[in-house]
């Protein structure tokens, strides 16, 4: 994955998921958020961890302090942009779901294209 994904239905299954790897009721410092969200998206290749941080907070999913200093995982936000089963996935599952999702779409298409043919 080299980007955020398209759909914004994916993009916001995508950050809520990478919003539930912080603990519910921590505040964290920005060093500390970034540290985090490096590790967190190692299976991700190119995508870094301050736009996703920017993402999270531009979605409401991460929320800032008027300082700008401190952050904490926004609950209510998270809880309606993901289903509580999909709670658990990895980032390495969101993204054989993506690819299989994605590469699902294609055959259909093609399809689609040679019944018109």
């Not at 921590?26 to 490096?38: K, M």
């Not at 190119?46 to 926004?74: K, Q």
Request: charged share 30%.
């Amino acid at each position: 994955m080299r980007r955020l994904p398209r759909s914004r239905k994916d993009t916001e299954v995508f950050l809520a998921i990478a919003a539930l790897s912080f603990h519910p009721r921590g505040i964290l410092a920005e060093a500390d958020i970034n540290e985090h969200l490096t590790e967190w998206l190692e299976p991700f290749a190119s995508i870094d961890h301050v736009t996703l941080r920017r993402c999270l907070v531009d979605h409401g999913m991460l929320l800032r302090d008027a300082a700008g200093n401190n952050y904490r995982a926004n609950q209510a936000v998270i809880s309606k942009a993901i289903e509580p089963d999909v709670r658990s996935l990895l980032p390495g599952d969101i993204l054989d779901a993506l690819e299989r999702e994605r590469a699902e779409r294609k055959r259909a298409t093609g399809q689609a294209e040679r019944d018109v043919s």
